[in-house]
């Protein structure tokens, strides 16, 4: 009797399509948005151009915000570079502070039954409601927007970090303690580790609430290059083809830091073996 040894399968996992196969199905997507878009504006000519413009249009304002003349010559490639040095700081001063928070909490049954719960319910608030408490504490300037930023950043890397301390399994911690680590060498040396992709998690998610919480802090903040004066210079001058421009780059940009984080998190996991590479 003969034994056959196994052959791998060279079929992929189900749900889990290679990623060239996931691009080709985002590229189609976005060629018939586009498509229905210039029907709908164009050729159907549904709305009129003050109301809903044509991709055309949008394109124009875009080219005239970055490298363009025109109205918005340049208006809109310094107001990126303005929002993305304010996000950039808050978020950098956020997740420092969230991961020292976080490791407290983790640490500290009674910091984590108290501040956790104030911080689990702070979350729920939507972050323009802290723009006028902002407003009138900081005035009207960029500290203020700066405030909401770091807020909604670090309220989720706080909770994520002290979560995924949670989660370590118990047999890591045993084994740390065998080995003679106690206290905070446990935690930096044993816990943080195991809990490190979990906590890239809550890292995307501070990117995504400080990205928003920076955008509706800045339509209320005249004055300084950003992304969210464009906004109120194309409400103020009915210009939605400004609107629609701005909200598209307000995506791109979300979308490809998203993307970055969304990387090294997956990296991580493949190296912990979470995740099998595709």
């Known amino acids: 009797m003969t034994v056959r040894a196994p052959t791998a399968d060279p079929a992929p996992l189900s749900g889990t399509p290679p990623r060239w196969r996931v691009l080709s199905w985002q590229l189609i997507g976005l060629a018939l948005i ?40 340049g208006k809109l490639l310094s ?3 303005g929002s993305l040095r ?3 700081t808050g978020y950098g001063i956020a997740v420092v502070l969230g991961a020292v928070v976080g490791l407290l909490m983790g640490a500290w049954l009674p910091l984590r039954a108290t501040l956790g719960a104030y911080l689990t319910g702070i979350q729920s608030v939507p972050s323009i409601a802290f723009v006028p408490f902002a407003i009138l504490f900081f005035g009207l300037n960029e500290r203020a927007v700066l ?7 670090f309220i989720p890397v706080a909770l994520a970090v002290s979560g995924a301390l949670l989660n370590v399994p118990p047999a890591l911690r045993v084994a740390g303690r065998t080995l003679g680590a106690r206290g905070l060498s446990l935690t930096t040396g044993v816990l943080l580790p195991a809990a490190l992709p979990n906590v890239l998690t809550g890292l995307r998610t501070a990117w995504s609430f400080a990205w928003r919480a920076l955008v509706g802090g800045e339509l209320l903040i005249s004055g300084v290059a950003s992304i969210g004066e464009q906004l109120e210079v194309g409400r103020a001058t009915a210009n939605v083809a400004l609107v629609l421009a ?33």
């Open 147 to 153: 405030f909401v930023v770091v807020l909604e950043g």
């Open 79 to 81: 107001a990126i570079g």
């Open 86 to 88: 304010r996000v950039l």
């Open 34 to 73: 586009l498509a229905v878009w210039w029907l709908v504006t164009d050729v159907l000519k549904l709305y009129p151009p003050y109301v809903f413009p044509s991709p055309r249009a949008v394109w124009t304002e875009v080219s005239y915000g970055l490298w363009g003349t025109g109205p918005q010559d």
């Open 246 to 278: 701005t909200i598209i780059i307000i995506g791109i940009i979300g979308g490809v830091f998203d993307a970055l984080l969304r990387g090294v998190e997956g990296r991580v996991r493949r190296d912990y073996g979470l995740e099998v590479p595709r």
